[in-house]
């Protein structure tokens, strides 16, 4: 167990729609990431947050985005959901944020889209 | 730009046997970090090891061992003495000095059979 936790496990939803996806990081760790793994297109890396605010920006589409609250839990909002969506969504969090920490990833919510 | 190839897609061994994962990066920084991660078939990702690009000593952990060379961009990662439970995807991934953007690699699917 990481110590990373995020809800929920499973999301079947349609197409056109919005979700939210919730994450708490490991106690301690001020930074979160958030990454898609899809069959086609591996792990990619969609954004980072450090204590609040945005600090890293990967592959994220515009119909995507997130935050991170004061308390350090983050949300990823997919709005206008495509079935190119579909995916398993991982959540990770490190001390600092920095290049050399290594990442701790929860167990990811599963995205499906119909 | 980061890139990181990992040319074996699929790799199966019997048990007991050493395998060895191959792990080739692209990066124009001169500090840069390298990890590999394990994704059993649960599905949640494992931190395994992680290497500064200033350090290029080789590193062993029980029966996981890991070759850093620079010269040849790579960074390999033997497991000795395969066991079934080994069987998983191993990704290996890039993160540079000024940034905080994790680069995977596509992944091997590692498959132990007894």
């Known amino acids: 167990d990481s110590g990373v936790t995020q809800t929920p496990k499973h999301l079947i939803t349609a197409t056109g729609q919005r979700v939210t996806l919730r994450c708490s990081p490991r106690?301690?760790?001020?930074?979160v990431y958030w990454y898609q793994q899809s069959l086609d297109q591996g792990l990619q890396f969609l954004i980072q947050?450090?204590?609040?605010?945005?600090?890293a920006k990967g592959n994220i589409l515009e119909r995507f985005s997130a935050q991170q609250f004061p308390d350090l839990h983050s949300e990823l909002n997919l709005s206008s959901l495509e079935l190119g969506d579909s995916a398993l969504y991982f959540c990770?969090?490190?001390?600092?944020?920095?290049?050399?920490?290594?990442?701790?990833f929860g167990p990811g919510t599963r995205l499906t889209v119909l | 730009a980061q890139k990181v190839t990992q040319a074996q897609t699929e790799i199966s061994v019997v048990e007991k046997e050493d395998v060895t994962l191959d792990c080739v990066y692209e990066?124009?920084?001169?500090?840069?970090?390298l990890f590999w991660y394990k994704q059993p078939p649960s599905g949640e990702l494992v931190f395994l090891i992680r290497?500064?690009?200033?350090?290029?000593q080789n590193e062993i952990s029980g029966r996981y061992s890991w070759n850093f060379q620079k010269s040849t961009s790579s960074f390999n990662f033997t497991i000795t003495a395969s066991q079934v439970v080994d069987s998983a995807v191993y990704f290996c991934?890039?993160?540079?000095?000024?940034?905080?953007?994790?680069?995977f690699g596509p992944g091997t699917r590692l498959s132990v059979l007894p």
């Open positions: 947050y450090y204590n609040g605010e945005e600090r």
């Open positions: 290497r500064n690009s200033f350090d290029e």
């Open positions: 106690s301690g760790d001020l930074s």
């Open positions: 991934a890039l993160s540079e000095g000024r940034g905080q953007n994790f680069v």
């Open positions: 990770a969090s490190s001390v600092q944020g920095l290049a050399s920490n290594e990442q701790f």
């Open positions: 990066t124009r920084d001169t500090t840069y970090y």
